[in-house]
C-alpha cells in the first residue's frame, strides 16, 4: 500500500470524502460516519501534508439524481492538480453511478492522484487498478439498483394489503394493531370536522381558510423531523385546509402512491423532481372503506368536484364556481357553436354593464371572436327561471337561513371551547411541574412560574373571548319564524333585497343549473338558452336581443360622404363607429375599423383629429363631468334640454363647453339624479353585506 504512495503525492492534498445518502442515516448510522471521519488519522499516519474533509454531501444520495456540492468541490480540487489521495470508505461513499465514478477515475488519471479505501490504495494510470475501479464502480451501482429493486418490492407487496406504514396527516393515528383509527383526541377530532362542515356550507376552500381566520381557531398540524413527530396548534394555513379537503384518508380509503417524481436533464445531468400531484386513476393503490373516516367517500368525491370547480386555471372546458363577480353566470355559460366556455368580460367604467363572450380559437391570430351578448337580460331571465323552480322550497330555504347565523356563532363557541380546554390542562401541568422543582434553584424555579403564568393568562384570554361571543349572539335580534316564512313566499323581493350579494345568488344558480348553453338566433333576433338543470331536465328559454341598426336603411349615406364631414372633427376609432352605426360598408361589403376609417382618408386627403378644438367636448366627456351615464346625457340632448349637436345623424354628439355650466342644465341634471335609486352605489359596485353560504 504505501510502495504507491510516493513524496510527490505527500507534498500534496489527502481529501477525505465523507457521504451518507439519506438523513435517518446520518442520525441513525453513527458509526459508519465515525469510521469515514477517521481516514483522516490514517491519511495523517500516511504522512500526507495536509488532510481535507469534504462532509457537505451527508443525507444526499450519490445516485445522480440530485446536486453534490461537495463531490464538485471534489472534482474540482483533483482537477487543479493539489490533491495527492482521495480516502474514502469504500467507492459507493464516492458515487452511486457510472458517470460521476468515472468521471472521477479519469481526472485522477490526469493528475496522478491515488484512490484510498481500507482494502488499499489504487493508482488509476496503471491499467489494472484502473480495471479493479471500474468493477468496484460498476459494482457501487448495481448494489444500488438490486437494493432498491427488493426494497420497493417489499413495499409495494405491503401497501397492496393495506398494512404499509407511512405519516399520516392530523386527526389519524396507527393503532398497536396496525390499523388507521381516529386520534381519540377529541380537540383534533372537532378540528378536522369542522374543516368539513364549513366546507359544505361555504362551497370554497378559501372561505373556509377565511372563516377560520375571521373566528380565530387554530388547526392541528404534524410538525415531522427525522425521528421526531409532533403535534402543535397553528393558526390557519389556505395549503393546510386544502390539504385537508383533498386527503382520501379522511375518507377512510388507503390511499399511497398520490404524489410522484419526475426527472428531468439538467446542464446534462438526471435531476429528480418530487411533489408532482399524479390523478387518482394513477394512485398505486386505493382501498376505499379501510378505516373509520371523517367524511364517506361519496362525499369525498363530490368535494373534488367543487374543488375542481373552483380552479380556474384548470379545465377550461367544465364549468366553474362563481367567484361573486357582478355576472350571475360566471363559469356555466357555454357557446352552443364551437363548444367552449364563454367568459366574462366587465366594463371599466362606472356603469357599464358585463357581458359573455366566447373567443373562439383565439390561439390562432386573425380566427376571430366566436359569440357575445350583454349580460343584464341573460341574467334577469335566469334568476326568473331559478326563482320559480325553488319556490316549492321557500318555506325549507327560510328555516334554514333563520338557523345559519345562530349555527355559526355556536361553531365558534364550540371551538373555543376546545382550545380552552386544552388550555386548563396545559395550566394543571405547569402548576404540577413548578410544584416538583426544588425551591432552592431559583433560576428553574422562576422559568417554570413564568409558564405557570404564562398558561393562566391565556385560559383568562380564552374564557374572555367566549363570553364576548355569547354576549354578541344574545344581543343579536331575535328571529322572526312567522315573518321569514312570509318573506319567503316572495322570492323576488328576497332576490333583489341590497342585503343579498351575488355570491350568494351565484352559489344557489350553480346548485340548480349544470350549464347553460348560449346561441343566437338571427331570424328572431333571439338568444336561446338551453338550461340544463342539476336533477337532469333541460328547459329552453329565448331572450330578446337588443334592436340594433335603426338607422334609416333609405337614408344611408356612402362611406366617402360621411368621412368628409366627420374627418377632423373626431379620432378615426370614433369615426369607424360612426360608420358602422349608419350602416356603411367597404368597398367589399366589410365593417369598418380604425385601420380602414385611415386608409380611406388619407386615400381622400382628409386632416386627421388633432384633439385641440376646445370649444366642445364629447357626450362621454360631459356625462363624466356631471357624474350622471351617457344614456341620460344622450336624452337630455336629444330633448333639446341638453344644448349639442350632430354633424350627421349618427354620428357623436358635440356638447359646447359653455353649456356644461349653465345653470338650467344644472337643473336637469340634478333632477336625473335625484330619480336614482338609494341603493345606486350599492348597485354599481356590489359592494355589499356578505350573508353566510345558502
Same mark, same amino acid.
Given at each position: 500500500?504505501?510502495?504507491?504512495?510516493?513524496?510527490?503525492?505527500?507534498?500534496?492534498?489527502?481529501?477525505?470524502?465523507?457521504?451518507?445518502?439519506?438523513?435517518?442515516?446520518?442520525?441513525?448510522?453513527?458509526?459508519?460516519?465515525?469510521?469515514?471521519?477517521?481516514?483522516?488519522?490514517?491519511?495523517?499516519?500516511?504522512?500526507?501534508?495536509?488532510?481535507?474533509?469534504?462532509?457537505?454531501?451527508?443525507?444526499?444520495?450519490?445516485?445522480?439524481?440530485?446536486?453534490?456540492?461537495?463531490?464538485?468541490?471534489?472534482?474540482?480540487?483533483?482537477?487543479?492538480?493539489?490533491?495527492?489521495?482521495?480516502?474514502?470508505?469504500?467507492?459507493?461513499?464516492?458515487?452511486?453511478?457510472?458517470?460521476?465514478?468515472?468521471?472521477?477515475?479519469?481526472?485522477?488519471?490526469?493528475?496522478?492522484?491515488?484512490?484510498?479505501?481500507?482494502?488499499?490504495?489504487?493508482?488509476?494510470?496503471?491499467?489494472?487498478?484502473?480495471?479493479?475501479l471500474g468493477l468496484k464502480g460498476t459494482m457501487a451501482e448495481y448494489e444500488l439498483s438490486l437494493i432498491r429493486q427488493r426494497g420497493l418490492a417489499a413495499r409495494d407487496a405491503k401497501v397492496r394489503r393495506g398494512e404499509y406504514r407511512f405519516a399520516l396527516p392530523p386527526g389519524l393515528c396507527w393503532s398497536e394493531a396496525g390499523t388507521i383509527e381516529i386520534d381519540p383526541d377529541e380537540h383534533v377530532q372537532?378540528?378536522?370536522?369542522?374543516?368539513?362542515?364549513?366546507?359544505?356550507?361555504?362551497?370554497?376552500?378559501?372561505?373556509?381558510?377565511?372563516?377560520?381566520?375571521?373566528?380565530?381557531?387554530?388547526?392541528?398540524?404534524?410538525?415531522?423531523?427525522?425521528?421526531?413527530?409532533?403535534?402543535?396548534?397553528?393558526?390557519?394555513?389556505?395549503?393546510?385546509?386544502?390539504?385537508?379537503?383533498?386527503?382520501?384518508?379522511?375518507?377512510?380509503?388507503?390511499?399511497?402512491?398520490?404524489?410522484?417524481?419526475?426527472?428531468?436533464?439538467?446542464d446534462g445531468r438526471s435531476r429528480k423532481i418530487s411533489g408532482y400531484q399524479k390523478p387518482q386513476e394513477e394512485w398505486s393503490t386505493l382501498i376505499p372503506d379501510h378505516h373509520p373516516g371523517y367524511i364517506s367517500w361519496q362525499d369525498y368525491e363530490e368535494n373534488q368536484r367543487l374543488l375542481l370547480d373552483n380552479a380556474y386555471m384548470k379545465s377550461n372546458c367544465s364549468r366553474k364556481s362563481g367567484r361573486?363577480?357582478?355576472?350571475?353566470?360566471?363559469?356555466?355559460?357555454?357557446?352552443?357553436?364551437?363548444?367552449?366556455?364563454?367568459?366574462?368580460?366587465?366594463?371599466?367604467?362606472?356603469?357599464?354593464?358585463?357581458?359573455?363572450?366566447?373567443?373562439?380559437?383565439?390561439?390562432?391570430?386573425?380566427?376571430?371572436?366566436?359569440?357575445?351578448?350583454?349580460?343584464?337580460?341573460?341574467?334577469?331571465?335566469?334568476?326568473?327561471?331559478?326563482?320559480?323552480?325553488?319556490?316549492?322550497?321557500?318555506?325549507?330555504?327560510?328555516?334554514?337561513?333563520?338557523?345559519?347565523?345562530? /349555527?355559526?356563532?355556536?361553531?365558534? &363557541?364550540?371551538?373555543?371551547?376546545? %382550545? @380552552?380546554?386544552?388550555?386548563?390542562? +396545559? *395550566?394543571? #401541568?405547569?402548576?404540577?411541574?413548578?410544584?416538583?422543582?426544588?425551591?432552592?434553584?431559583?433560576?428553574?424555579?422562576?422559568?417554570?412560574?413564568?409558564?405557570?403564568?404564562?398558561?393562566?393568562?391565556?385560559?383568562?384570554?380564552?374564557?374572555?373571548?367566549?363570553?364576548?361571543?355569547?354576549?354578541?349572539?344574545?344581543?343579536?335580534?331575535?328571529?322572526?319564524?312567522?315573518?321569514?316564512?312570509?318573506?319567503?313566499?316572495?322570492?323576488?323581493?328576497?332576490?333583489?333585497?341590497?342585503?343579498?350579494?351575488?355570491?350568494?345568488?351565484? /352559489?344557489?344558480?350553480?346548485?340548480? &343549473?349544470?350549464?347553460?348553453?348560449? %346561441? @343566437?338566433?338571427?331570424?328572431?333576433? +333571439? *338568444?336561446? #338558452?338551453?338550461?340544463?338543470?342539476?336533477?337532469?331536465?333541460?328547459?329552453?328559454?329565448?331572450?330578446?336581443?337588443?334592436?340594433?341598426?335603426?338607422?334609416?336603411?333609405?337614408?344611408?349615406?356612402?362611406?366617402?360622404?360621411?368621412?368628409?364631414?366627420?374627418?377632423?372633427?373626431?379620432?378615426?376609432?370614433?369615426?369607424?363607429?360612426?360608420?358602422?352605426?349608419?350602416?356603411?360598408?367597404?368597398?367589399?361589403?366589410?365593417?369598418?375599423?380604425?385601420?380602414?376609417?385611415?386608409?380611406?382618408?388619407?386615400?381622400?386627403?382628409?386632416?386627421?383629429?388633432?384633439?385641440?378644438?376646445?370649444?366642445?367636448?364629447?357626450?362621454?366627456?360631459?356625462?363624466?363631468?356631471?357624474?350622471?351615464?351617457?344614456?341620460?346625457?344622450?336624452?337630455?340632448?336629444?330633448?333639446?334640454?341638453?344644448?349639442?349637436?350632430?354633424?350627421?345623424?349618427?354620428?357623436?354628439?358635440?356638447?359646447?363647453?359653455?353649456?356644461?355650466?349653465?345653470?338650467?342644465?344644472?337643473?336637469?341634471?340634478?333632477?336625473?339624479?335625484?330619480?336614482?335609486?338609494?341603493?345606486?352605489?350599492?348597485?354599481?359596485?356590489?359592494?355589499?353585506?356578505?350573508?353566510?353560504?345558502?
Amino acid at each position: 500500500m504505501t510502495s504507491k504512495i510516493t513524496p510527490d503525492h505527500l507534498s500534496r492534498i489527502a481529501v477525505v470524502y465523507v457521504r451518507q445518502s439519506t438523513l435517518t442515516q446520518v442520525t441513525g448510522n453513527l458509526e459508519s460516519q465515525r469510521r469515514q471521519y477517521d481516514l483522516a488519522g490514517a491519511a495523517t499516519a500516511a504522512g500526507f501534508a495536509s488532510t481535507t474533509v469534504i462532509d457537505e454531501d451527508l443525507g444526499r444520495s450519490g445516485s445522480g439524481s440530485m446536486e453534490r456540492p461537495g463531490f464538485e468541490k471534489l472534482v474540482a480540487m483533483v482537477c487543479s492538480g493539489d490533491v495527492g489521495a482521495v480516502y474514502c470508505i469504500e467507492a459507493s461513499r464516492l458515487a452511486r453511478n457510472g458517470r460521476d465514478w468515472h468521471h472521477l477515475i479519469d481526472l485522477c488519471a490526469l493528475a496522478g492522484t491515488l484512490v484510498i479505501d481500507p482494502d488499499g490504495s489504487y493508482d488509476p494510470r496503471l491499467i489494472n487498478e484502473r480495471l479493479l475501479l471500474g468493477l468496484k464502480g460498476t459494482m457501487a451501482e448495481y448494489e444500488l439498483s438490486l437494493i432498491r429493486q427488493r426494497g420497493l418490492a417489499a413495499r409495494d407487496a405491503k401497501v397492496r394489503r393495506g398494512e404499509y406504514r407511512f405519516a399520516l396527516p392530523p386527526g389519524l393515528c396507527w393503532s398497536e394493531a396496525g390499523t388507521i383509527e381516529i386520534d381519540p383526541d377529541e380537540h383534533v377530532q372537532e378540528a378536522i370536522r369542522l374543516v368539513f362542515a364549513k366546507f359544505r356550507e361555504l362551497g370554497s376552500a378559501r372561505q373556509v381558510f377565511l372563516w377560520l381566520r375571521t373566528a380565530a381557531i387554530k388547526m392541528p398540524v404534524m410538525r415531522r423531523n427525522v425521528d421526531v413527530c409532533k403535534l402543535e396548534w397553528k393558526p390557519p394555513a389556505y395549503h393546510s385546509v386544502v390539504q385537508i379537503l383533498h386527503n382520501p384518508l379522511y375518507a377512510g380509503a388507503y390511499a399511497f402512491g398520490r404524489v410522484g417524481q419526475r426527472t428531468k436533464v439538467v446542464d446534462g445531468r438526471s435531476r429528480k423532481i418530487s411533489g408532482y400531484q399524479k390523478p387518482q386513476e394513477e394512485w398505486s393503490t386505493l382501498i376505499p372503506d379501510h378505516h373509520p373516516g371523517y367524511i364517506s367517500w361519496q362525499d369525498y368525491e363530490e368535494n373534488q368536484r367543487l374543488l375542481l370547480d373552483n380552479a380556474y386555471m384548470k379545465s377550461n372546458c367544465s364549468r366553474k364556481s362563481g367567484r361573486g363577480g357582478r355576472a350571475l353566470l360566471t363559469g356555466l355559460m357555454r357557446c352552443g357553436r364551437c363548444g367552449r366556455m364563454m367568459r366574462v368580460f366587465y366594463g371599466m367604467e362606472k356603469g357599464h354593464a358585463h357581458r359573455y363572450q366566447c373567443r373562439g380559437d383565439d390561439a390562432h391570430v386573425g380566427a376571430g371572436l366566436c359569440i357575445g351578448i350583454g349580460g343584464l337580460r341573460i341574467d334577469r331571465a335566469i334568476a326568473l327561471a331559478c326563482l320559480e323552480a325553488v319556490s316549492d322550497r321557500a318555506v325549507e330555504a327560510a328555516i334554514f337561513a333563520s338557523d345559519q347565523l345562530v /349555527r355559526s356563532a355556536n361553531d365558534i &363557541i364550540a371551538a373555543i371551547e376546545r %382550545d @380552552l380546554e386544552a388550555a386548563r390542562y +396545559e *395550566a394543571s #401541568l405547569a402548576a404540577r411541574r413548578y410544584e416538583l422543582v426544588d425551591p432552592a434553584k431559583r433560576h428553574v424555579a422562576r422559568e417554570l412560574e413564568a409558564r405557570w403564568n404564562a398558561a393562566l393568562e391565556r385560559i383568562v384570554e380564552l374564557e374572555k373571548r367566549i363570553e364576548e361571543k355569547r354576549a354578541g349572539l344574545a344581543a343579536q335580534p331575535k328571529i322572526d319564524r312567522a315573518m321569514l316564512l312570509q318573506l319567503a313566499q316572495d322570492l323576488p323581493a328576497v332576490w333583489n333585497a341590497p342585503s343579498t350579494d351575488t355570491r350568494t345568488k351565484q /352559489r344557489l344558480v350553480h346548485t340548480l &343549473i349544470k350549464e347553460v348553453v348560449f %346561441d @343566437l338566433d338571427s331570424e328572431t333576433n +333571439e *338568444a336561446v #338558452l338551453l338550461v340544463h338543470w342539476v336533477g337532469g331536465r333541460h328547459s329552453e328559454l329565448r331572450v330578446a336581443r337588443v334592436k340594433t341598426g335603426r338607422y334609416p336603411k333609405d337614408n344611408i349615406p356612402t362611406a366617402v360622404e360621411a368621412l368628409r364631414k366627420l374627418a377632423g372633427h373626431w379620432p378615426d376609432k370614433e369615426l369607424a363607429v360612426s360608420l358602422n352605426r349608419m350602416l356603411c360598408k367597404t368597398g367589399d361589403g366589410e365593417t369598418w375599423t380604425t385601420v380602414r376609417v385611415r386608409e380611406m382618408r388619407e386615400r381622400l386627403g382628409l386632416p386627421d383629429y388633432d384633439g385641440k378644438n376646445d370649444n366642445y367636448v364629447s357626450l362621454a366627456k360631459a356625462a363624466e363631468r356631471f357624474g350622471i351615464c351617457i344614456g341620460s346625457a344622450r336624452r337630455l340632448a336629444e330633448t333639446g334640454l341638453l344644448p349639442g349637436r350632430q354633424i350627421m345623424k349618427g354620428s357623436p354628439w358635440l356638447i359646447p363647453t359653455a353649456a356644461l355650466d349653465d345653470e338650467n342644465v344644472q337643473i336637469e341634471v340634478q333632477k336625473v339624479i335625484g330619480r336614482r335609486s338609494a341603493f345606486y352605489t350599492n348597485y354599481q359596485y356590489d359592494r355589499l353585506t356578505r350573508l353566510p353560504g345558502i
